[in-house]
């Protein structure tokens, strides 16, 4: 098992989370893992009813990968406690409001996937976790970022942090103190203010890859040509004026990789100088012609198109 790189994956158009290995069998059910219990690495029981769990998992201690979501828990099983391998929980779309302290004795644990769930305030235990370098927010209207912000910092492996879907109007200021963080994920935030997001963006020295897909962008601030960037992900955003966006976008010095895939595109702007040094250039689901397809490709001779 082993965390990829987010930018690597990007640069293969797949913009995806943990990535298992190829050999790893995911168990659906405790009574199959149990037959097994010494080979288990990946047990998903999302939507099952957790019957006799906290007796059972103790037979299932090389369990690595964790899927809890959509199972009505309004708290977690304690019988968690004995996994002491696992490295990656995702109890997503539940009812639970805080993480038992147990957790910190999971010191393997590097993602915590919490989306869909009712958390106002940070469980502080993730900040005793060694190895934890990424956290899903998502879907967590009622939670405080800014205080939130104040024990992310100490979390000091994190570098991918998911907040979509939370109502974001603005970026806590002390957001800027997430020294490691390489990759945020904003989606679903319409009414954020990007002008003032992207000042604060600008001053993460390890940042890399921003995603605002799905995010209602009518235009891109010029501010955003002050953070650093090697990956941008403009995915559904049909309302995008793509002539002043590029404008901007050929600002971003160190820009690698841009997404723009599902945009209702059917040609881009004449001039595309600003996008010649991209490595990556994602234009799939939109309605290009073959001739304009060609035309783009033949501006962009050092640039992988991918329609």
Excluded at 10 to 22: D, E, F, R, T, W
Excluded at 44 to 49: A, P, Q, V, W
Excluded at 164 to 169: A, H, I, P, V
């Amino acid at each position: 098992m082993q965390i990829k790189s987010r930018f690597l994956l990007l640069c293969l158009c797949c913009v995806c989370g943990y990535v298992s290995g190829q050999n790893s069998y995911r168990y659906t059910s405790l009574e199959e893992a149990l037959e097994n219990p010494e080979k288990v690495r990946w047990l998903d029981l999302s939507g099952k009813k957790l019957i006799d769990f906290d007796e059972k998992i103790k037979r299932l201690k090389n369990v690595k990968v964790l899927f809890l979501s959509d199972c009505n828990l309004k708290k977690l099983p304690i019988g968690i406690k004995h996994l002491k391998q696992l490295e990656l929980l995702k109890v997503q779309n539940n009812q639970l409001s805080t993480l038992p302290s147990y957790l910190k004795h999971l010191n393997q644990l590097s993602v915590v996937n919490m989306a869909g769930n009712s958390f106002r305030r940070f469980p502080r235990v993730l900040a005793h976790l060694p190895h934890l370098r990424e956290i899903d927010l998502t879907d967590n209207r009622s939670l405080d970022l800014s205080k939130a912000t104040r024990h992310l910092m100490k979390i000091k492996q994190l570098d991918y942090l998911y907040l979509n879907r939370n109502n974001l109007s603005t970026l806590p200021p002390n957001m800027a103190q997430l020294a490691t963080l390489e990759e945020i994920h904003l989606e679903y935030n319409p009414q954020l203010e990007l002008s003032q997001a992207s000042k604060v963006l600008a001053q993460l020295p390890s940042l890399k890859i921003v995603n605002l897909a799905n995010s209602d962008l009518k235009r891109l601030p010029t501010e955003i040509a002050l953070v650093q960037l090697r990956g941008l992900v403009l995915d559904h955003n049909h309302n995008l004026k793509l002539g002043p966006a590029l404008d901007v976008i050929g600002q971003l010095e160190t820009l690698e990789v841009l997404l723009l895939r599902n945009n209702k595109l059917t040609v881009l702007p004449q001039k595309l100088e600003g996008l010649a040094k991209l490595k990556v250039l994602e234009l799939s689901g939109n309605n290009f012609s073959a001739a304009e397809k060609e035309r783009i490709q033949s501006a962009l001779t050092q640039t992988r198109v991918v329609f």
